[in-house]
């Protein structure tokens, strides 16, 4: 994998700065979460405590610097199970997805778990995860390294046969016309949904299209432009979706209020500057007036959907509170099937983040009731 961190002399001096500092203060996080009565939540375990604290940390020096996640076209470590989709013909892209000039639907590589799909293989017999990376529209890349362990969850767990994670591309600062805001991860999203569908020719009804944290958020906005245009150009509705810790507005994250406000705070590892860093980002040249469209928030702007929904949400994380509010809009509209799942006592997207934190168990069962609704919906 390509290194995290995108060199600058003065990037380098803040990494020096920043480790420092937080070496300096891990001796007081064991002391004050060695007992449960120090930790943000007492049912946290020591290394869910050490480490929430920790990942708080290192994502709120990321943003300060804004790392970034190099995004090449090449195998790298995943050798044949990684591969390169092209965009579609432009008359699937419409509406939204056609909404800036200067964003087009462009090449985006992909991550086969657990190998990529023989064409030989019946497609018929298989269930794919068509599955969007979180990281607030500015990290990540569906690769091995960051998206494996929640893919080996959902093959162990949800019934899926195979698990397929595009690297969209991701959103930048400062703003400009090539810093890829809305809708490019939208257009690749709706590229890698296509793929399936035309080159693989997988039956619609045998896919789950899923996504955590901003990957959540693009799911949404799928399925509402598949709800909107999809008669129109020609694209069923998925047989079914999983959204982990969704990301369902992004206008309270443009400044640090939202965060500090939240009761959840001290109990999930999400930094301000973080998602600050993210909804900008994601905005682009448009603006933060730009969050207010229904593809990029979708708080309090429920749709129909023809596919059936999973959203599973932390008890602990920040986003609890508008995952849930979000769910129940939702499954009020008349002819959706939405059910709203809580893992009680557990932090933001803990199927992308507990190789690092230690919520096993609690992910197990996540991805334990995703199989079993999975199961109930299929014989609907």
Known sequence: MAPLITYHPFKGIYVLLAASLELARMPLWVVKYVTSYGRQNPKYTFKQAFGTRFLYAFLQHVA??????PLPLTPGAEKDRFITISPASSDFYKGPLDSNPDVKPTTIGATWYPAALSASVDKRNVTVVLHMHGGAFVH????????????????????????FCPQYRLSTLPASATSNPFPAALQDTLTSYLYLLHTLQIPAANIIISGDSAGGNLILSLLRYISDHGADVGIPAAGGAFLWSPWVDL???????????????STDYLPPNFTIWGSHAYAGPAGISSLNNPYISHLGKPFKTA???????GGAEVLFFDDVKCGEEMAAVAGNRVTVDVEPDVPHDILLVT????FHDAVARCAKRAGEWWKNVKTV
């Open 251 to 265: 206008r309270d994250s443009t400044t640090d209020n939202f965060s500090r406000t939240n009761s959840n705070y």
């Open 307 to 313: 596919t059936p929904i999973f959203m599973n949400t």
């Open 140 to 163: 990540g890349d569906g690769r091995t390294e960051g998206t494996g362990y929640l893919a080996s969850q959902l093959l162990k767990h949800s019934g899926a046969t195979h698990i």
């Open 64 to 69: 300060a610097i804004q790392f970034t996640t």
């Open 355 to 358: 190789p690092f934190l230690g």
